[in-house]
């Protein structure tokens, strides 16, 4: 806070930037908790849901969050990323829900043979079916307005109709503070309460209150090989290397994380989140860069929302 | 060219020298909320993108993508087009439009800024209003060579109906008047005149040229006659609302009671005004019960105090009831509580407003059902002439009165935002249709109390030996409502009931007869129909009523005037070509040639009921024996 005198003279302050946003996203999640009726909070186990998932503890103090944490899985994330899941989950005191599409299982998709078939059926089909198979009516997401141009347009609170479509020309005016959260039946609600975080703040928030994140978004030495322009690293042995190619150790980190075939990491130096920080604003591209799914068309995030995807 | 087309707000040093430094410089970082209004041709959007574009917002990639759009479909002939940056979806991209409220975000070292970017054609006013209800802030774009305008009118009344104190006019494109210091003045001066009209206290005019990025960020070479702050200079300067709520006495809307276990009961919510401590008095609102905030507590531990704009918890010293909805005050100085109101409201929707429908009204953190009157007047906002009209229609404003099936906390919008703004909502639809701001409360619902009478309806039901109760037949012209009705009263008359029939046509010839069949007429004269009716339930009868009662929401409406049990809704479902065909009043024929307009069924909808009590099909019955089906289901209750 910063301090200053009021013409009543007791000593009183202006909340910062990160306080007003930190109000904002508890009273948005309070809200859903007062109007829903089953809520699920989606995790990915990115920066962003570890923010949200810390958030949330706040607004609901000293009880636990009121709702599940819901991770839908395509089996394809970086391992760090899973022992994060489990251990963030327990320290909340939470109940973690996993989905997997069986019909992704039963054929086998993967990123390396099936190309955005990989994200339609893991995660936009995957999504779907876990909301529908709980019987969730409204699902928390850590999108943000600053990440691309169509998420600039979209509501704190976004309807879906009963077969999880988005419609951008038919949304709620949301008012000062006053959300509608009231649904038709067979809709459901994605409710995104970091709308009004940008990537920056998200980082000094972690900074600022110390919270843990995936190893991953700190440089170290890892197997890697480059395809297409992106450094993808070998996470694991299902990873099938071309004829002649061979991982190299290089110190990379990532700004993104995802599916581990599918993301991009960057080459660093950058083993604490100052450094980490320092880098990001010292850098010269959009965060979205180094995920595969933005590149087919310009205006593809907004068609895979309208389609479902988060 | 007069500034420089390279971004001038350079990165800061300390990012690169002293990265600990740099940071903890940034978390004191304010955050200012500002709109931008202007047309399509005013280049908002182009001021938009230059400020991203000048605070370095926009990366490498970002721009590569924008020169490679800027050549294909820019309007600048292959210059960057900044609006390029800021129209985001696919479909306005094409249209060359933008059709929605959009937020951008941007920082320089002193803050952090969000733009609300509405865009300027016909869905203009409900947007712009959403954009400024969280708005600290307002820049009103005028096009130098066009002057003040009906439209910049227009986006200045709204500005200042929602209440932003802070007003940026910028006259915008000065490098197409040749920096003209005369033109500057002339337009200050024209706008000095039409703001003091309005009651505008202030605002500060800046020239600038969002294309060429005069006195954005860049203090402007071509106009060293102006001395007075760059748009980004001022931006970074402004007060931000928080600070004004500060010096109010304490208010809390609670959102959510905490009680994870027995031993603690804490209250939820977003501080909407003022300072709370430990120790404080406060008082429950409407309940007006009184006690003391024990703590703060939160996740990092106990707080001392907590002020406008943190999301808290507090517990009390005493159990006292307290739930969602209420509102937690300071003890000596309590916000009023009242049931109705004088309020501007600006509707939303596609659907006009119905004077006398009841629709959800949503302020603070509790939602109550409201009727509205009709408007006192339209408010046109090109000319800020005062219009009579029945109605209001999507992005018409107007002032109405309002009142709440209970008292409410609430202040006067003027003074906080936070317990005088609302949104009414459709029951329906769930729609949001209007937003509101509440002017003072009428001084007949502080007046006006229910007298208490000793002779009650319970006495009056106990003298008759009968369960009293409202049997609302309900289905399309020709049905069947009122010849079953008619034998169901019979059948109860003779079986010793005290009984009552309300017909439709009859009720039409007397108490409603001022009454026509458009939408609103029909909803009023159900609410009519509806308070006879309770008042004779009151009275012990069982009150039968025969009306089309179209509209799913008014018989809701009187449904929820009854105790409960009290309604019991019959619909006579009958198809429409069978009932046509009847057409026992010719009426059909009438409505088919046109000569009859509004006719339920034709060219007025009918809303069937969802969860009748009962229902009846005549098509298979005849009236008798749907007549014994509904008594031997009235008896049965």
Known sequence: MTTTSTAAGISQATLTHLQRLEAESIHIMREVAANAENPVMLYSVGKDSACMLHLAKKAFYPAPPPFPLLHVDTTWKFRAMYDLRDKAARDAGMDLLVHHNPEAMEKGINPFDHGSLHTDMWKTEGLKQALTKWNFDVAFGGARRDEEKSRAKERVFSFRSANHRWDPKNQRPELWKLYNTRKSKGESIRVFPLSNWTELDIWQYIHLEGIEIVPLYFSAPRPTVIRNGLTLMVDDDRFPLEPGETPVMRSIRFRTLGCYPLTGAVESEAKTLPEVIQEMLLTTTSERQGRAIDHDQSASMEKKKQEGYF | ????????????????????????????????????????????????????????????????????????????????????????????????????????????????????????????????????????????????????????????????????????????????????????????????????????????????????????????????????????????????????????????????????????????????????????????????????????????????????????????????????????????????????????????????????????????????????????????????????????????????????????????????????????????????????????????????????????????????????????????????KSTIANLVEKKLHALGKHTFLLDGDNVRHGLNRDLGFTDADRVENIRRVGEVAKLMTDAGLIVLTAFISPFRSERRMVRDLMAEGEFIEVFVNTPLDVAEARDVKGLYKKARSGQLKNFTGIDSPYEAPELAEITVNTVDLSAEEAADRIVAALLAR
């Open chain 2, 1 to 480: 060219m007069t500034a420089t087309q390279d971004p001038v707000y350079v990165t800061d040093a300390l990012i690169a020298e002293d990265i600990d430094a740099y940071l903890l410089k940034h978390q004191h970082k304010t955050m200012l909320r500002f709109i931008t209004c202007g047309s399509v041709d005013d280049g908002k959007s182009t001021l938009i993108g230059r400020l991203l574009y000048d605070t370095k917002m926009i990366f490498e990639d970002q721009l590569a993508s924008l020169e490679k759009d800027s050549k294909a479909v820019g309007t600048q002939g292959g210059d960057i087009d900044f609006a390029l940056l800021v129209d985001g979806l696919a479909a306005e991209r094409e249209q060359g439009i933008t059709i929605d409220v959009a937020y951008r975000f941007f920082a320089t070292e002193k803050r952090k800024f969000i733009v609300a970017d509405t865009p300027g054609h016909e869905q203009y006013t409900r947007n712009m209003v959403t954009g400024a209800s969280t708005a600290d802030l307002a820049v009103i774009l005028i096009d130098a060579r066009q002057g003040v305008l009906t439209q910049t009118r227009r986006h200045s009344y709204l500005v200042q109906l929602l209440g932003i104190k802070n007003i940026v006019l910028a006259i915008n494109k000065m490098d197409l008047v040749g920096y003209s210091q005369e033109r500057f003045y002339e337009i200050v001066k024209d706008y000095s005149h039409f703001a003091q009209q309005i009651g505008m206290e202030s605002f500060l005019p800046i020239p600038i040229s969002g294309l060429k990025g005069d006195n954005i960020a860049a203090r402007s070479s071509g106009m060293p006659w102006y001395q007075g702050p760059t748009l980004l200079q001022h931006l970074e300067e402004a007060p931000v609302n928080d600070a004004r709520m500060l010096d109010q006495p304490f208010r809390m809307a609670v959102q959510w009671v905490n009680r994870p276990n027995l031993d603690f009961r804490g209250f939820a919510g977003q501080i909407g005004a003022g300072v709370v401590r430990p120790g404080d008095a406060i008082r429950v609102l409407p309940s007006g019960k009184t006690t003391t905030v024990k703590s703060i507590p939160t996740f990092d531990g106990d707080l001392d105090q907590a002020i406008a704009g943190q999301s808290v918890t507090l517990t009390f010293t005493d159990e006292i009831d307290c739930s969602r909805g209420d509102v937690i005050v300071r003890a000596d100085a309590p916000c009023e509580v009242a049931d109705q109101f004088e309020a501007t409201l600006v509707w939303m929707d596609e659907h006009a407003m119905l004077p006398g429908r009841p629709y959800l009204l949503k302020i603070g953190t509790q939602t109550v059902t409201a009727t509205v009157t009709e408007p006192k007047y339209e408010v046109n906002v090109n000319t800020l002439e005062h219009l009579a009209s029945r109605t209001l229609g999507l992005n018409a404003i107007g002032v109405v009165n309002i009142s709440t099936d209970r008292a409410i906390p609430f202040e006067a919008y003027a003074v906080n935002p936070d317990l005088g703004g609302f949104i009414l909502i459709d029951r329906m639809t769930n729609a949001t249709v209007a937003a509101g701001m509440i002017h003072f409360a009428l001084r007949r619902s502080q007046n006006i109390h229910w007298q208490a009478v000793d002779v009650n309806r319970e006495a009056h039901a106990a003298l008759k030996t009968q369960k009293p109760a409202v049997v609302w037949f309900t289905g399309l012209s020709g049905s069947g």
